[in-house]
Nanobody, 125 residues
Framework: QVQLVESGGGLVQAGGSLRLSCAAS????????MGWFRQAPGKEREFVAA????????YYVDSVKGRFTISRDNAKNTVYLQMNSLKPEDTAVYFC??????????????????WGQGTQVTVSS
């Protein structure tokens, strides 16, 4: 089992940047595909980005391609989400997720097993 703790959320103006971090417990971090999801008020939670276990292959929802970058540091048990050119529609609670069995490529379709508590990102216009 893995525990996930997100940090780095906050309030930023449109066009600004934020970097989210997700620290994972345990000694098997590299065996998990990692991802980020978000949930805006009144909307369903949606997939944002995922990164594979070892080679670091990445996947993104179309709305964030070219603006967001997911990365991981297996030595630090941490996954990041660099968010640039933020828009008001990016406002949401962002959740870190981990999956041990299925691949990062399917994370947007098959819900991961483990979730963090979420961190609020608010983008003002």
């Amino acid at each position: 089992q893995v525990q996930l703790v997100e940090s780095g959320g906050g309030l930023v103006q449109a066009g600004g940047s934020l970097r989210l971090s997700c620290a994972a417990s345990g000694r098997t971090f590299s065996s998990y595909a990692m991802g980020w999801f978000r949930q805006a008020p009144g909307k369903e939670r949606e997939f944002v980005a995922a990164i594979s276990r070892s080679v670091g292959r990445t996947y993104y929802v179309d709305s964030v391609k070219g603006r967001f970058t997911i990365s991981r540091d297996n030595a630090k048990n941490t996954v990041y989400l660099q968010m640039n050119s933020l828009k008001p529609e990016d406002t949401a609670v962002y959740f870190c997720a981990a999956e041990q069995s299925t691949s990062a490529q399917t994370m947007g379709v098959i819900p991961p097993d483990y979730w963090g508590q979420g961190t609020q990102v608010t983008v003002s216009s």
